[in-house]
């Protein structure tokens, strides 16, 4: 502590009586363009006599503390609102420059310098290992540790004694084993545990393989559940779909319920039973893709953006044999931010309950809709003392939404009336009760963090970090911090729960394109404080990330309860996104694998049919694509290039590399109704051609045309 020109120095709180040595000076404010530095000096532009030991933080003060005021900061810590604490640096999220924790987001620049975990951390406990999740047959494993390591687990059945940590490495007498290399700086970690037996109790055995713990055996308990779906609501909902989308037909189709396969993957059969053809689904979605998959192959039949064929032979064909499909992916994902406006904005009920079919059919059992939220943020700043002039002025206009739900822009296109917002709530209302009828989850938005930007005006309570303009200079919300943060994301999920009810998904990205990532703020700990507010309501709920253009980052990873989230990888068929990160794909966050395909709603011709075969196979191959759960599309417009995305529909049923020329042939048949070598030639040529991008460019989508581009 320096006062003036007296220095005392405090080790533990207690002043200490050794002598201070002139130019060994904690502090040199003799530097050109810095405040000042700390651990040594700045001579002859070089960084000299630095401190050889260890910093656990740095406080500063601009005023000297009382020997009163050290004690109780070393027993208590730093209390960072204090009038005079000019910054306070922790390290504790290894940011550099590190993040100072008072709201005066001053930088502090790391020099020579390397981070460490405190020694007591380093200490290995040996992990605590736990359960979640738990089904008939399936169970997630938790593992929660201060240091890395690797795990080996083993179930074994309740009953049976004398399980030695010899015996979990190598699974001897196991139900189910396996290891999990688990991996600092995360805090816990999970994977799945399948093919149990139901009503069973099982203990769950580990052992964390890490220096000083090697022996450490750690165990919990689990008992399954014996629970049997009740699909009637869903095949009823079945039937109604064929009554929407085959009416003169649908009475030819039965449908009955079968288990999904270790609780979470669809499946379908096929079969013929007298003269109608029997589909057994382990829910909706897999019920109407399995009708998908008869019309495509055996009636040369289909339904899609640009019109049906839905002219059938008669009777139907027979099946000589049972048809099985299990899908690899416990998600089916559709829809893009884009898509509800370059394509949806002024859609009306009816042609949402045409696109939620139509979705269904592709098995589809996940899709993005932020309509209504309009609502949310009405009734959140109302909370917060906004008028309604005020708030019309961050609500966007029908044509914008897409990018002020994702954090780019604020107000634009706007004012709004009462009348437009209730309108939207009406019809997000019946998007989610038609979802719910069909199996289907809806992912609403989130709170993600950012607020309207003139948030600082209301008193809030909350640190303000300002985002930056978006491209084309629009002015983006900001970001806010502290604990009324926090507060402010509770409310917001309180006043969605209000409108639509608890979801299971909700979206939501930080720094989108480009946002500023405040110095100041610990961002792994701000997105787990988000996340939980979004468990408070429902706590199997999972955030839903787009990876895109370097999102999402990995310190918003980092914070993130791993299997409560889910990353939707948008255009592989352009760059993988989730081979960014280490050791495996989204730092083992479940991810999706997306294609776009379709950018800016440019009308034309594109594809890249044969470079999405072959990247879904690289990465099916890959050892490092991780915790893969789902398959879909991300395009930003929709109605254009249907065999584009045909394609990955089929994908959801096939393991194996699907043939494009056999895929483009088949298409061209259910297409049009018949087998015709004309059709499928010239089919053939454009997939060789406009559906076939080359790898190495760098065309997002097709060209402009010439008449709708902008001057």
Partial sequence: MKDNNTVRIYIDGVESTGSYVSGAAPMDNNTSGDAFRFGGMYQNNSF????????????????????????????????????????????????????????????????????????????????????????????????TSNTAGKLYWAVYPVTLTGITTDKVKTGVG????????????????????????????????????????????????????????DLT??????????????????????????????????????????????????????????????????CNASFSWNGDQNVLPSPLPALTQPVRKETLFQHRYALNYCTLNYTMSFWDWERWER????????????????????????????????????????IPGPAYTAWWLMGNLEGEGGPVSQEYINGRVELQKKIIARAKELGMNVVL???????????????????????????????????VSGPKAIEMAKTWYEESVKLFGAANFYGGDLFHEGGNIPSNLDVSKYAGDIQTEMMKVNPEAVWVLQSWLGNPHELVLKGLKKDQALVIDLGNERDFGWLRHQPTAFTGVPWVFS?????????????????????????????????????????????????????????????????????????????????????????????????????????????????????
């Fill in 595 to 711: 294609v776009i395909q379709n950018f800016g709603a440019r009308m034309g011709i594109y594809g890249r049919i044969p470079a999405i075969a072959d990247r879904y196979q690289e990465m099916r191959n890959n050892a490092r694509r991780g915790n893969n759960w789902g398959i879909g599309i991300a395009p930003e417009a929709i109605i254009f290039n249907q065999a584009s995305y045909d394609i990955m529909w089929d994908m959801v049923w096939e393991s194996a590399r699907i043939d494009p020329q056999n895929f483009i042939t088949r298409f061209a048949g259910y297409r049009y109704g018949k087998n015709n070598a004309n059709a499928e030639n010239a089919w053939k040529i454009l997939l060789n051609t406009a559906l076939n991008c080359p790898g190495g460019s760098t065309q997002d989508g097709a060209s402009e045309s010439v008449i709708g581009a902008r001057p």
């Fill in 233 to 298: 609501e869903q095949i009823n909902s079945v039937k109604a779909l064929m009554m929407r989308l085959l009416p003169l037909r649908a009475a030819e189709f039965d449908f009955a319920a079968i288990d999904k396969k270790d609780d979470v993957l669809d499946v379908f059969e096929l079969s013929s039973v007298g003269s109608k053809i029997l589909v057994k689904g382990s829910s909706a979605p897999a019920m109407a893709a399995g009708v998908r998959y008869y019309l495509n192959n055996y």
């Fill in 174 to 229: 196991a139900v189910k084993s396996g290891t999990l290399n688990y991996a600092s700086p995360a805090r816990q970690d999970f994977w799945v545990i399948n093919g149990l037996a139901p009503a069973t109790t099982y203990t769950l055995y580990g052992v964390l393989e890490v220096t000083g713990a090697e022996n450490k055996l750690i165990s919990t308990t689990l008992t399954t559940t014996n629970l049997t779906a």
């Fill in 48 to 143: 000299q006599q630095g401190f050889t030991g260890e910093i656990n933080n740095v406080a500063f003060y601009t005023s000297a503390r009382s020997a009163a005021q050290i004690v109780d900061e070393f027993t208590n810590g730093v209390t960072t609102s204090e009038a005079t604490l000019w910054g306070y640096w922790d390290f504790n999220n290894q940011a550099s420059p590190a993040t100072d924790k008072t709201a005066n987001a001053h930088a502090l620049t790391l020099e020579n310098a390397t981070y460490k975990l405190k020694s007591e951390d380093n200490a290995p406990d040996g992990g605590v290992i736990s359960t979640g999740f738990v089904k008939n047959t399936t169970a997630r494993g938790y593992i």
């Fill in 445 to 479: 938005q989130g709170f993600a963090g950012f607020v309207p930007s003139t948030i600082g005006s209301k008193g809030a309570g909350v640190t303000v970090h300002d985002q930056g303009d978006w491209v084309g200079g629009y002015k983006r919300p900001v970001v």
């Fill in 355 to 394: 696109e939620i079919d139509l979705m269904a059919t592709q098995d589809v059992n996940l899709f993005l809709s932020g309509i209504g939220t309009e609502a949310v943020w009405q009734k959140w700043m109302e909370k917060y003392g906004y008028s309604f002039a005020e708030i019309q002025k961050f």
